[in-house]
């Protein structure tokens, strides 16, 4: 999200498409409810179903599944030959102005830009760059022993960009982009997408009337969820829904941007934490062959100053340095110096596709021969449920940390395999029993980047582990064979700072320490003269440096634990009514480590009620199996464990979440007790308790 649930009250105008947030997010779906409410914003949703969200537009349109770009093609030729853009933001904020070097080309009617080789089936893109002054061509990278050849490096941007403030040239950015979707016509959005002529102008017309005369008061949002993400042309749908806003000025305003809905309480903490396999935590890209040495990885990753006079471009991205050196301490800690590059060397060279698909496809050919899957069922979720079935039976083992048996750990008893084909499949699958949502602690990163820490509310069951713990107890393993071994290259993995209290079992408090980072020596903020002393905590990024005196697991997350503590438990103490008293105040929001931000979720409501298991089965149901609607739950009893107090909070929330609640919306203070709002508010709240938890 560019924006944020809450902001979306704020626009007055929304585009929905790739998701159904009226029955996928109810709760977030509020905000464009109000906005229709308060604002009188309009509704359009196009998508291939009529769906509840479709239901309560202004405006629906039925497409081809697969053809969005093409939709959003004709949008942004509607507001250019309409002239419905925000032209002084164009030329101010993005690079419409920009002129482009001569050698470029369109597609046109060959359907490929300039620089392809049809022979090797990719680009030289060498012509894809701004007209202006080049650097100094550097040294080529060459491959280090061991290492595939480097590939050329992509030419530099220019040191200074030529540009057009009247948007004239033929070769300004402006100007390329009004010719490229010249082709996107309403007949040719017609023939591909299905959608009416008739239908998507006044689609069209209704989006852009927000800039009808040049108004720029208004602003307008792009929401979408997985049914763009999961397109294999999800990227470029994405792109192209920037383009429109960016074409429109809408982004970096209240109520516009292109908003993202996670479909699970922690999406966007993964992605965060380097859960895509071309990143490093916070974004920062991973290295590859051809860096060669810390100083060209940084040069490659380090944004330059599009448009370096002073007050003309904002590059906060050229502090990637101090990110990055900040990482590498909290990585490697002392092993880490000027010396050595920072312990650069440490870091893999991804050199190919490692992504989700291409590594079952690697498996489907026998290039991967075992695979660990802890919270991710691959056979359910992945887009060819046969083909990695398929590729299951070729591997040599399969390790499975789940709950329940799924799809995945059970792959041989699909539908279709027969007894006599089981007995052909020789992959060895273990099964590790893992914990619970409910059954661990951390913290949740929602859609907006919001921390929130929640605190487990049951006990493990059996020898049930932690997932950190089944983790950390693989590496402890790895690095006592590399001490033993010797190996190629051990200094990564020997010289990985571990040190938790409890080495096989980290606490993901202290794992969220070291994220936030700290400072090895005494320093001080020159603007506000704060002081911190040497093994403090940072206060946020804005303290990271580049010199090796500080460290931090992921800058986007520094702040969230400071000297103050956990900032992610925060609770406003403040009286906020009846969100105070259900337990939706607090967290931290990356990136702004002060004020806290309320939360969608309450004390674990969410979390403890949404989790289906197999069977159809919830969790909450097996935890008030033996209790019947209108019944409060039972005292704990007097040998209850310590952790009872716990437990019952938790059986409180389950029984307020299944809409049991017949007085009032409970707060769970310090001391385990309940207590209820006044009859006379109750009423109300009573119903917006059942949606929040």
């Known amino acids: 999200m560019t924006n944020g ?41 196009v998508d291939p179903r009529f769906t509840r969200t479709a239901s309560v537009a202004d405006h629906f349109c039925q497409l081809r599944a697969g053809t969005d770009i093409a939709f959003l093609g004709g949008l942004i030729r509607y507001a250019l030959e309409n002239n419905r853009i925000a032209k002084d933001y164009l030329l101010n904020y993005t690079n419409a102005a920009f002129i482009v070097r001569d050698g470029f080309k369109l597609p046109e009617d060959e359907g490929v830009f300039s620089g392809f080789d049809a022979t090797k089936s990719s680009y030289d893109r060498s012509t894809w760059n701004y007209a202006g002054t080049l650097p100094p061509p550097g040294p080529s990278p060459a491959a280090k022993p061991g290492q595939p050849p480097a590939s050329p ?35 040719m959005v017609e023939r591909v997408t299905g959608v009416p002529k008739e239908q998507f102008l006044k689609a069209a017309d209704l ?45 970096g305003r209240a ?73 590498l301490k909290a990585m490697y800690g002392d092993a880490a110096t000027k010396q050595n590059d920072w312990a650069f060397d440490y870091l893999p060279k991804v050199d190919r596709n490692y992504s989700w698909v291409q590594l079952w496809d690697n498996m489907y050919n026998g290039v991967v021969k075992g695979m660990l899957a802890f919270g991710m069922n691959g056979v359910a979720i992945g887009p060819d449920t046969k083909k990695n079935i398929n590729a299951l039976k070729k591997a040599d083992w399969l390790v499975v940390g789940e709950i329940y048996p799924d799809e995945t750990s059970e792959f041989w008893r699909s539908p279709g395999i027969t007894p006599d084909e089981m007995k052909q499949i020789q992959t060895t699958v273990y099964r590790l029993p893992c914990a619970g949502f409910a059954e661990k602690d951390g913290s949740f990163t929602n859609s907006a980047r919001w921390l ?28 006592d064979l590399y001490k033993k071994d010797g190996g190629k290259f051990p ?27 700290k400072t090895f020596v005494d320093a001080e903020d020159p603007a506000t003269k704060v002081q911190l002393k040497a093994g403090q905590q940072v206060p946020g990024f804005a303290w990271l440096k580049d010199d090796g005196s500080t460290s931090c697991g992921n800058w986007i997350y520094s702040g969230s634990y400071t000297e103050a503590g956990n900032l992610t438990m925060r609770r406003r103490a403040a009286k906020m009514g009846w969100k105070r008293r259900a337990g939706l105040q607090g967290g931290f929001q990356a990136g702004r ?9 309450g004390r674990g409501g969410t979390h403890l009620c949404s989790a289906r298991r197999p069977g159809g089965r919830t969790f909450s149901h097996a935890l008030r199996a033996d209790r019947k609607p ?55 709240r009573a119903a917006c308790a059942r949606t929040v938890h």
């Open 153 to 187: 490096a992509l030419p530099p941007m220019p040191e200074r960009i030529e540009h057009d403030l009247t948007l004239q040239n033929p070769n300004c950015v402006y100007q390329l982009l009004k010719k490229h979707y010249s082709r996107y016509t309403p007949e």
């Open 593 to 601: 480590p002060h004020g806290a931000l309320h939360h969608e979720s």
């Open 5 to 45: 649930w809450v902001d979306i009250k704020n626009t007055d105008m929304m585009l929905i498409m790739g998701g159904n947030p009226a029955e996928n997010h109810p709760c977030g779906f509020k905000w464009a409810i109000e906005a229709k409410r308060i604002r009188n914003a309009k509704m359009i949703v």
């Open 630 to 684: 209108g019944r409060k739950p039972a005292a704990p009893q007097a040998d209850a464990q310590p952790h009872s107090q716990s437990v019952q909070i938790a059986r409180r929330q389950l029984w307020l979440g299944q809409g049991w609640l017949h007085r009032g919306v409970h707060d769970v203070p310090a001391d385990g007790t309940l207590s209820l709002l006044d009859e006379e508010q109750s009423d109300e």
């Open 452 to 479: 929130q820490w929640k605190s487990a509310a049951l006990p493990m069951p059996g020898d049930c582990r932690l997932d950190q713990a089944i983790v950390a107890q693989i590496f402890l393993k790895i690095r």
């Open 491 to 517: 200094d990564p993995i020997l010289k990985l700072t571990w040190n938790y209290t409890d080495p096989s079992n980290p606490s993901l408090a202290e794992v969220l320490k070291e994220i936030n980072g």
């Open 207 to 251: 989006f852009t009337s927000i800039r009808k005369d040049g108004d720029i008061r208004k602003a307008a949002t792009i929401i979408y969820a997985v049914g763009w993400t999961q397109h294999a042309s999800g990227t470029q749908t994405i792109r192209t829904a920037a383009m429109l806003q960016l074409l429109m000025g809408n982004i």
């Open 255 to 327: 109520g516009g941007g292109v908003n993202a809905l996670r479909g699970h309480s922690n999406i966007q903490g993964a992605t965060d934490m380097a859960g895509i396999f071309d990143n490093l935590p916070g974004y920062l890209k991973v290295p590859v062959p051809a860096d060669g040495d810390f100083a060209g990885w940084l040069k490659r990753i380090t944004p330059k100053t599009a448009k370096p006079a002073q007050w003309d471009s904002f590059n906060y991205w050229s502090n990637t340095p101090k990110f990055a050196v900040s990482f």
